[in-house]
Nanobody, 122 residues
Framework: QLQLVESGGGLVQPGGSLRLSCAAS????????MAWYRQAPGKERELVAS???????NYPDSVKGRFTISRDNAKNTVYLQMNALKPEDTAVYYC????????????????WGQGTQVTISS
């Protein structure tokens, strides 16, 4: 069974930093795009950052210049460095991965982590 396990959330003051991690485990053949999404109470889930397996990244304007996504393909792990955090960044952050896994044959599927709470408050 393939799993994505996130860590690194917490409470931080405005202007502070946090680093989220998400590790994939299971019978992985290859992970293509990995991404972070977030969902605030009463709002839809939104893309925060994405990274392809060759390192191309994408960010919405709301986090550009403050957040940095990176990955370690050898560890099947994606990171999200968040700086200059604002109260409006408060949300549950979810890891997402597009994975080819080894079953009876190699199969592509999309997976979500369980989410980690990030709260920005003084």
């Amino acid at each position: 069974q393939l799993q994505l396990v996130e860590s690194g959330g917490g409470l931080v003051q405005p202007g502070g930093s946090l680093r989220l991690s998400c590790a994939a485990s299971g019978r992985i053949f290859r992970i293509d795009t990995m991404a972070w999404y977030r969902q605030a109470p009463g709002k839809e889930r939104e893309l925060v950052a994405s990274i392809t397996n060759d390192g191309s990244t994408n960010y919405p304007d709301s986090v550009k210049g403050r957040f940095t996504i990176s990955r370690d393909n050898a560890k099947n792990t994606v990171y999200l460095q968040m700086n200059a955090l604002k109260p409006e960044d408060t949300a549950v952050y979810y890891c997402n991965a597009d994975v080819l896994y080894v079953g009876a044959r190699i199969t592509r599927d999309n997976y979500w982590g369980q989410g980690t709470q990030v709260t920005i408050s003084s």
